[in-house]
């Protein structure tokens, strides 16, 4: 089986920044991508960010030029790093991870506020 764990979240002050990471294990020897998706409160799962194997990596339009993703020498930890964050970046942080399907973290609670 594969687990995804996810840590770094908190609260930030607008403007600041934030750093994310994603540990996986288990049978990964078949990945193809890891990413981010959130979900703030009363809204549906949006993606934010994906790193694929050979590819760029791509982000979503309201995240360009502020986070930037990333993955580790062995590509079974993936960070996300969050600058220049607003208080709409306020929602749950999920991790994914394909391979020969699709596994989701438990997710990270991010608080943008003043």
């Known amino acids: 089986q594969v687990q995804l764990v996810e840590s770094g979240g908190g609260l930030v002050q607008p403007g600041g920044s934030l750093r994310l990471s994603c540990a996986a294990s288990?049978?990964?020897?078949?990945?193809?991508?890891m990413g981010w998706y959130r979900q703030a409160p009363g809204k549906g799962r949006v993606w934010v960010a994906t790193?694929?194997?050979?590819?760029?990596?791509r982000y979503a339009d309201f995240v360009e030029g502020r986070f930037t993703i990333s993955r580790d020498n062995t590509g079974h930890t993936v960070s996300l790093q969050m600058n220049s964050l607003k208080p709409e970046d306020t929602a749950v942080y999920y991790c994914?991870?394909?391979?020969?399907?699709?596994?989701w973290g438990r997710g990270t609670q991010v608080t943008v506020s003043s």
């Open positions: 288990g049978s990964t020897i078949n990945l193809r991508a």
């Open positions: 994914y991870m394909t391979a020969e399907s699709i596994y």
């Open positions: 790193m694929s194997t050979g590819y760029p990596t």
